[in-house]
């Protein structure tokens, strides 16, 4: 090992302590917000309507619950690494880095999609020096690649790839609602505070302090939340996006018209992704379940029509 290998196995550890602690912190902040809504919101709604109150209650467990489930499962489910005992056998099919695929894109559809991709969909990943499936990535921090990957996050000290990315946006979504909520609840309480509203009675400070987490978490959710949904409806990954935004450039330079062929139809996509097939939409509000797949197969636009390999090469591309 050298040098430049060491430091970056210190920083990956010193990277993944801290995440750890990030974790630490968002249990903290859940249990803690939980805490401020049984011991003080909700007795202070006592007096409203029962119906209302009962509605109120169990929206907020769900959510509360919701939560934990998707943060956990997005924290502790490993994004996916690559199953290399389901693949051919290397020695069997003398597969070398010179006979694969080694275009960090390729956009060749396989015949029968439904099979296993043919060599000539793999590269070559030069950090782990194994093939590696199509939209697989190599992971920086983990040193693995990662099945359809997105992200590695900090927050959940883990990788987002293809077994843990629908836990990650139903996080986010819940996370949404639930700070929504509460920043409404607790917004007359942090104006009063602030004296913009008169009240006799004393604020209590954790009113005040459940708004500005609030607050600060709808914030950051809000964007990415958007941004998330954006790449599940067009099927890709962020590591995607920015790939095909290169293809598309490079495309139209040559004349050439680019498709994303994993993407099938908001639709189609948004049943792939939360594995409904035929269940009703809203089903996905419960989707906790195991992620279905390999992340090896995925449905294409076309699976009758070869498109060539297209080489960056020439661009000098480093994707």
Known sequence: MNYTEIMSYVFTILFRVFGFLLV???????????????KTILPSKFHQNPFLLVFEVAFFI????????????????RGGAVPYDLLENEEKNEISKEKVNTDPITTIINQDNLELPSLSNYTWCSHCN????????????????????DHFCPWLNNTIGYFNHKFFILFLIYLFLGCSYLAIITLKPFLIDLNIVSEDNDVDGTLVIVFIIS??????????????????????????????????????????????????????????????HDKYWFAFL??????????????????????????????????
Not at 65 to 73: N, R, V
Not at 242 to 247: A, D, Q, S
Not at 296 to 306: A, G, Q, S
């Open 24 to 38: 630490l912190v968002v249990y903290i902040l859940i249990a803690f917000v939980g805490w401020v809504y049984f």
């Open 215 to 276: 607050i600060s978490s709808l914030a950051g959710v809000g964007f990415l939340s958007v941004w998330q949904l954006y790449l599940l409806f067009t099927n890709q990954t962020t590591i995607e996006f920015y790939i095909n935004h290169t293809l598309k450039s490079i495309a139209k330079q040559r004349g050439i018209k680019f498709r994303n062929i994993f993407n099938i139809g908001k639709k189609e996509n948004f049943k792939q992704f939360f594995d409904l």
């Open 62 to 77: 769900w959510i509360l619950t919701a939560i934990i489930i998707t943060f956990t499962k997005s924290a502790f489910v």
């Open 130 to 149: 194994k093939v590696k499936p199509p939209r697989c990535h190599h992971d920086s921090i983990t040193h693995q690649c990662v099945l359809r990957m």
């Open 286 to 319: 419960w989707s906790f379940g195991k992620k279905e797949g390999d992340g090896l197969h995925f449905p294409t636009i076309d699976t009758e029509i070869d498109l060539p390999i297209i080489s960056f090469e020439e661009d000098n591309l480093n994707i």
